[in-house]
């Protein structure tokens, strides 16, 4: 029972940990949710044989406590469990993934957009928001596989919704006019809409016609949102 081995998983033994796990493993059915969220607790132990252990054990059960966890592991120090983590989550088919993995591009590389791929049939529009991300997260020219797989979930158009400082600069600008001529995409600009409680803003009227300015310039397709009353 998940109540006997709750306790055993503080041991100060590795091993004893690990034995905790492989019980909880061994749940019936009727309780292995609970038993593999149990186990999560440990995802982020010391020992690397526990955290293996865990990771092995709530791989097959999916529950937002083990997507979280997973998640986490996205992150883990060993790149071996790193790995094993974006294969679970891409196993999970859970979107909330999604922008997890986007951001564990810089260290997983292709590995992080083959998992994207997976969620392109059912999370086309979040997904293809995560390969704009790495775009323009990317310092070095963008990686001709992220720009193909923008291509084939969307080819024709790019939308792109301008906050106040922090996407309507002019490098902003550049960045997606280099995007827009590679997919030949036409540029949609939506100024935010400023929502009280909310710490963004809606970007000035100059700053908008100058990133609009930039793409026109380059000869990029672009239209630029208007709305009566800004």
């Known amino acids: ?14 091993n004893i940990r690990v034995i905790a796990i492989e019980g909880l493993g061994k749940a019936p059915a009727q309780s292995r949710e609970a038993a593999a969220d149990a ?3 440990l995802i982020a ?3 690397l ?5 865990v990771l092995k054990q709530i791989s097959q059960v999916k529950t937002p406590t083990t997507v979280a ?4 592991a996205l992150d883990d120090k060993d790149p071996a469990i790193a790995k094993r983590a974006l294969q679970v989550l891409t196993q999970y088919k859970d979107d909330a993934a999604v922008d997890p993995i986007a951001k564990a591009y810089p260290a997983m590389g292709d590995d992080a957009l083959a998992a994207l791929k997976s969620f392109e049939a059912t999370s086309p529009d979040r997904v293809l928001n995560a390969y704009r991300s790495i775009l323009v997260a990317t310092d070095a020219k963008p990686r001709d596989k992220t720009l193909d797989a923008i291509a084939r979930i969307n080819p024709q158009a790019a939308t792109t919704l301008l906050i106040a400082d922090v996407n309507d600069s002019l490098e902003q600008a550049a960045k997606l006019r280099d995007i827009a001529r590679d997919l ?9 809409n400023t ?4 710490p963004w803003q809606r970007p000035s009227a100059t700053r908008r016609e100058r990133f609009e300015g930039l793409l026109r310039d380059a000869r990029v397709p672009v239209t630029l949102r208007r709305e009566k009353g800004h």
């Open 45 to 47: 132990d010391d020992s």
């Open 195 to 198: 929502v009280e409680g909310l």
């Open 184 to 192: 030949h995409a036409h540029v949609n600009l939506i100024p935010y």
């Open 39 to 41: 186990a999560t607790q």
């Open 49 to 53: 044989l526990v955290r293996r252990a």
């Open 1 to 14: 029972p998940i109540a006997y081995w709750r306790p055993v998983l503080q041991d100060p033994d590795p």
């Open 69 to 72: 966890a997973v998640i986490r």
